[in-house]
């Protein structure tokens, strides 16, 4: 089982999106039996909550169900999963702290979007809808070239 992790700050907006988009797209690929995911926030702001409800209405609004309650980033998910998705370079610092290094399996998640490769993916906590639709096509399109990544390295 390949195994990735989307990681934001709080766990609330941006990775829990990622994750439940993701799912989507695995189970739409018929790939849930190769490929899993989950989400983590490297703040522990919001453990054990639902996600923000924008970002529920958005996913909803797009035909994609959440599931998911915050947990925090720790070092040992550096052992338990083959992709660490950061959502941008604040967060993906802080991960590097929390393990002590920065192992190969780290990845920034636009490092995959054509429109905006090795850019943040903006934290839409502050805004209204527009910035929650927003961040839903950035990752929606970034996830698609991330799936294709996976395929191509695990000749899937």
Not at 30 to 42: E, M, R
């Amino acid at each position: 089982m390949i195994k990735v992790l989307f990681v934001c700050l709080g766990n609330i907006c941006r990775s829990p999106l990622a994750e439940a988009i993701f799912k989507e797209k695995l189970k739409n690929e018929q790939l849930t039996h190769k490929i899993s995911c989950d989400s983590a926030g490297t703040a522990n702001y919001h453990v054990g909550e639902n996600p923000d409800p924008r970002t529920i209405e958005i996913a909803i609004k797009h035909g994609i169900p959440v599931d998911h309650k915050g947990q925090q980033f720790k070092n040992k998910h550096k052992d338990e999963f083959d992709y660490l998705i950061a959502m941008d370079q604040s967060n993906y610092q802080n991960m590097v702290r929390e393990m002590g290094e920065t192992p190969s399996s780290l990845i920034l998640m636009r490092d995959f979007d054509p429109y905006g490769k090795g850019e943040d993916v903006p934290d839409p906590w502050y805004g209204g809808m527009n910035g929650f639709e927003n961040v839903y096509q950035i990752l929606d399109r970034s996830l698609d070239n991330f799936l294709l990544h996976i395929r191509n390295e695990h000749n899937l």
